[in-house]
Structures are given as C-alpha cells and as structure tokens.
C-alpha cells in the first residue's frame, strides 16, 4: 500500500493579507515567487512538484518515502525505515541505510536556501523555495546555464527524480514535460488552487540525459508471463537491496498481495522516489498491464517486515481499498493470477493462502509496530474467485468438524455481505467526506467474543488493548479471512469458535455455510504448562553471527502467545532464521527454526523447540 504516515498537523504559514485564515491563491503565489527568484520556468517548477506531491503539502507530515511538503523534499531518518516498509526495526544496519545522500534533499537545499530543516519540513513555502533551489542548482550542474525554455530544463528535472537509473530517471522528467505540455489543474486537500496553463509547444531535450552519467537498470528484461503487458521501470535503489535470490540462500516462499491506494502511475513513481517503498510490480486496474520495477533476485521494501521482505515478492494493485473492489476488474485478476502462477512455478511456492497473502496478513515485526501495519488489499479483495484463477480453489462441501479439527473459512464473496464503516482517513480520493456505513460483498467474517451478535466483536490485543473491536472498515483484528485456516475451539447451535490471538473467538456459522474443513494440515500447541512467545521477524541468535557481521536484533511481541491448550495451524514448514547483509552480499542462516502460524488475522512466528506438532490429514464428523 502505497500510503502516508506521519506527525501533527501543522499551519500553513502563506497568509493573504489581513486574513486569518490562508489565501485560496497562496500555494501559486509561492511557485511564482520561488520561480522568479531562482529563475526556475514556471512550468517546470509546477510539473515537477505535481509529479512528486500534486501540489500537497501533507499538513507538515511527512509521506512514506520521507519527503515533505509540495516538492518533496526528503529527511530520512532511521526510524522511518524501522517503522516503514523497510520493516527494518532491530537491524544494525538502520543508521548505514539511512545515511544515503540521495534520501537527504532537505540538507542540499537547507544550504542553498540559508533556510533551516525545520522550516523546510513545515512551511510550504520554503518547501517550495527549497525545491526551486534544487532545479536550479541541478541545472548549473548538468547544462551549465540557465534557461528560460522549460524544455532545456530535462536533466535538472531527471536529476530531480533521485534515481540512479536512466530508465528511472527518464520516466520521471517524461511524465513531468506530459504534464507541462498538457496543463493540469487543481484544487488540494487544505483548499489551494493550483492552475498550470498547457504549453503543447515545449519541446523536451532529452539529449541532456547523457550529462547525467547514469548507468542503465542491470535488469531491462521483465519477469513476466507472455500473456501480460509487461515493462520494467526501475524502483529507487534505495527502496530495497541488491541480492541474488534464491541463488545466495535466501528462499522465496511468499507472494504479498497489495492495493496502491493510488493511481497506476502514482505508484510507480512513488516507487521511484528514493527512501520508501517498492514493490516488484505493480498491476493496472483497467487492463492488467504490468510494470516491474524490481527483479525477483533483490528484496523490494513492501511489506513493512524485513524477514517477510527478505522471502517474498511484492505485488501492488491499482486501486483502493474503501471502495468495495470496484477498482479490481476481471482483466487485473487474471492478470495477477498469471503472473502469480508463472512466479510460484519458478520459484516453488505453493498455490494457497498460506503462501500467497495479503499485505494485511504480514506480521508486525516489533511489538510497536503491530498497531500500524497496513490493511491493504482490505475486505474487497475476492480471495476465493483469485485462488480459483490460480487453479487452487478452496475445496470440499461447506461444514465443520469436531473440536480439535481445522476449517478454512470460506464465506463465499458476493453473498456475504458485511456492512462496515468507513471513514474519510480510510479513503485516500476524498469522496468518503463523513464515517459512513456501507453494505458490500466482502472477503471475511466478523469474530465475536460470544456465541452472539449482541456480544462485542473481539478486538486485536494491539489495536484495541483490554476493549472490544469495531466494524471499521481498518479493523483487522475483529475478522477471520477466506482462505485462513484455525482450530475448531467449541460449537454452539450456529455459532462455531475458533482459537484465535489467544482467544476463543466466536463467528456465525449456520451449517457451516462459512466454511470448509480441512485436510493436510500441521496443528502446533504448546510442549509444556506455560504460554509460547509469538515473534514478528526470524533472525538468528547474536551469538551465531560470524566476527564483522552486526546482529540483527528481535524480541517476542508482548500483547501475543499462544496458552497452553490453545491450537494454532502452521502455515509452513519451520524454517530456519536468517538474515542478509547487503553491502558483502552475506547470508547467516541460523541453527534454529521457526513455524509460520495463522495466530489472528496475521500470521506469527514461534520457535520450533517451543511447540509440538501434530499432523492432521484427516478430519471426523461434518455437519
């Protein structure tokens, strides 16, 4: 999910004269001022902060690629990488990956511009100003003048992009001088009007790009089924790690499911920007074409947990999630399910849920960190027409078994309907403007704390600790999602209950029409009297690190573990720790291993010394 984090909201500080309040005009008064001043043409400054912000100056905040205000400008600190989707808390290395000059613009333009970080961080228009500064120095840099031709102006706007590839950086200046030549016009979030007159006649000189020196992506080619439209765009360097999978010893065993929570194009440049995220490809909703942006060999930073990033491959889909899946089309999950299929056969990863989830599946890696991890593809995504497309359909006569045996949920997708609320904060387009409740086929069932509708909806340990969970459209952590396996805990009349973050949590299951017992599974419990610890991430021990190589650190996650007496389904076989250094190209693969659980609506990681494990391949009574 392509998304914003960030601090407290803060005042725009460009006042109309006598007003109380910011004038309508004052962001344009600031991109004409900032373009006089450093002699920037007004349209390049324009496109260039349309492509990076779309003239937003996020209220202060600062965005998942650690850029702030209109221009984007970025100050990645190592928190933001531990907490983003990096997922890179506990890793020693967190202050060498955010040391990289390209991911500190803020510190460039603070010394061209004699304004503090600060200001740059919060005023719009010193953001602006400090952006101005940047072009303007960039152009020197390349072409070694000035020039009021916006089109002589292409290597400063490459440069501008951050990217160390020309593919990237081509892409980047292209979809600026588009929008030069084409105009744009808009109205932002906190109320400014910004007008960016058309100029069809600008002519880029993309013969500038030579003066930049970049080397081409070492990846041109797309890993892509011949039935998609494929084409491969260089992420950020910055926004994963350079590796040799699965030939180093890093296994692929996942496939992480995402929605962009923007435009197609959004994404992929959001992805350029150095200092965030990326993943391997992102999908378009109108007619399933594909872009690349990062070779399955490297780890692409998506899934805000460094282990998960390590071991999976990332794949965005244009849409959002408040929407009731109307951005998923038919064309994007064929699509997906080709590229998945062709991905799972090369890398031989299991056709099922428990190796091909979504983004709102993945762990927490630290215990602070549970709260905010992303809940994207959301409600919407129809898991079970998908599983089908991959020829993996869940299988079976709907039903349920004894206690002790597992189901599959599988509440069907059309006719299960849920009514959920959603908030303006839960969609990103603006056309949610008050909490609303809505009605909408949906992929999962509500968990309660009784056999009842009237009890309270169980709340995540994370989210809600010590309260009752809500139907906030967000609310992870009150549902149960087709495709994900449990232990049956108890049955009342139409109630049945499973274990479920150390709970037993209840869902409606009349005749089991919500779902289907299962066949082959590993069922772990506790070896002895007292709780296991659940964990978010699968490093090795300190001590089994060799002399020169930094210890990735990690601690159980304190509000999870699984009682004793309490079952939990292995989604995998235990797998031993490990971690990457990717300045030598290391890999420390530790002695002990780890099961991957379904321990609540995400997965979760226990020691395999910690539990015992008992195969099922057989249920008994259905009903």
Same mark, same amino acid.
């Given at each position: 999910m392509v998304a914003l984090a960030g601090a407290a909201v803060l005042p725009l500080t460009a006042m109309a004269s006598g007003d109380a309040t910011p004038s309508k005009t004052a962001r344009q008064d600031d991109f004409a001022a900032a373009s006089k001043e450093f002699h920037v043409p007004l349209q390049v400054l324009l496109g260039v902060a349309y492509q990076e912000s779309a003239w937003e100056d996020h209220a202060g905040r600062y965005s998942t690629n650690g850029g702030y205000g209109p221009m984007h400008l970025t100050d990645v600190t190592p928190e933001m990488l531990a907490g983003g989707d990096a997922g890179a808390v506990g890793r020693a290395d967190l202050k060498t990956l955010a040391a990289d000059p390209a991911l500190h613009t803020v510190e460039a333009a603070a010394r061209? !511009?004699?304004?503090?970080?600060?200001?740059?961080?919060?005023?719009?228009?010193?953001?602006? &100003?400090? =952006?101005?500064?940047l072009l303007a120095s960039y152009q020197k840099a390349t072409v070694g003048a000035e020039s009021s031709d916006p089109g002589k102006w292409y290597a400063a706007v490459a440069r501008y992009s951050g990217s160390a590839h020309q593919q990237g950086a081509a892409a980047f200046a292209d979809r600026v001088f588009s929008t030069v030549k084409h105009g744009a016009r808009r109205t932002t979030q906190d109320g400014q009007r910004v007008n960016m007159t058309a100029a069809p006649d600008v002519s880029p000189a993309t013969g500038q790009l030579g003066t930049l020196h970049l080397k081409a992506a070492a990846t041109a080619e797309t890993e892509c089924p011949s039935t998609v439209e494929c084409t491969f765009v260089p992420a950020a360097p910055s926004n994963g790690q350079v590796s040799n999978r699965p030939a180093d010893g890093i296994r692929i065993d996942s496939i992480v499911i995402h929605d962009t929570e923007s435009s197609y194009e959004s994404a992929i440049a959001t992805f350029q920007n150095p200092g965030g995220s990326a993943s391997h490809y992102v999908m378009r909703s109108s007619d399933g074409a594909v872009t690349q942006m990062v070779p399955t060999k490297d780890l692409g930073f998506h899934a805000g947990n460094y282990s998960t990033n390590m071991h999976s491959i990332g794949i965005e889909h244009e849409g959002y999630a408040a929407h009731g899946g109307s951005w998923y089309t038919e064309a994007q999950y064929e699509a997906t399910a080709d590229l998945v299929k062709y991905l799972a056969a090369r890398f031989d990863i299991p056709l099922d849920r428990q190796h091909i989830i979504g983004h709102d599946n993945v762990a927490g890696p630290s215990s602070a960190l549970v709260s905010g991890m992303h809940w994207d593809p959301g409600t919407s995504w129809d898991w079970e027409h998908f599983m089908k497309l991959l020829g993996a359909p869940i299988k079976g006569a709907h =039903? +349920?078994? &004894? +206690? =002790? $045996? +597992?189901v599959t949920i599988a509440p069907g997708f059309s006719s299960n309907r849920q009514t959920v609320q959603i908030c303006p904060a839960d969609d990103p387009t603006g056309d949610t403007t008050a909490c609303t409740d809505k009605q909408q086929p949906s992929n999962f069932v509500f968990l309660y704390t009784e056999p009842s509708r009237t009890a309270p909806l169980f709340g995540d340990q994370a989210v809600h600790p010590g309260g009752a969970g809500t139907d906030r459209i967000n609310d992870w952590g009150s549902t149960a999602q087709a495709g994900q396996q449990f232990v049956v805990a108890d049955r009342s009349g139409a109630w049945t209950a499973i274990w479920y973050s150390g709970a037993k949590v209840w869902f409606y299951n009349p005749l089991g029409r919500n779902t289907v017992p299962a066949h082959g599974v590993k069922v772990i419990k506790s070896a002895g009297a007292d709780p296991v610890? +659940?964990? =978010?991430? $699968?490093? %090795?021990?300190?001590?089994?690190?060799?002399?020169?190589?930094?210890? $990735? !650190?990690?601690? %159980?996650?304190?509000?999870?573990?699984v009682p004793a007496g309490q079952a939990y389904v292995a989604t995998q076989p235990p797998a031993a720790t490990d971690d990457f250094f990717p300045s030598s190209g290391a890999v420390v693969t530790g002695g002990k291993k780890m099961y991957t659980i379904q321990y609540n609506h995400r997965v979760g990681l226990v020691y395999e010394s910690d539990v015992t494990a008992t195969d099922l391949p057989a249920l008994g009574h259905h009903s």
């Open positions: 061209l !511009t004699g304004l503090s970080a600060e200001e740059l961080h919060k005023d719009p228009a010193a953001n602006i &100003r400090g =952006g101005a500064a =039903g +349920v078994g &004894r +206690v =002790g $045996s +597992v610890a +659940v964990y =978010g991430s $699968s490093y %090795p021990d300190a001590a089994e690190y060799p002399a020169g190589l930094s210890p $990735s !650190t990690q601690a %159980p996650l304190s509000m999870y573990s």
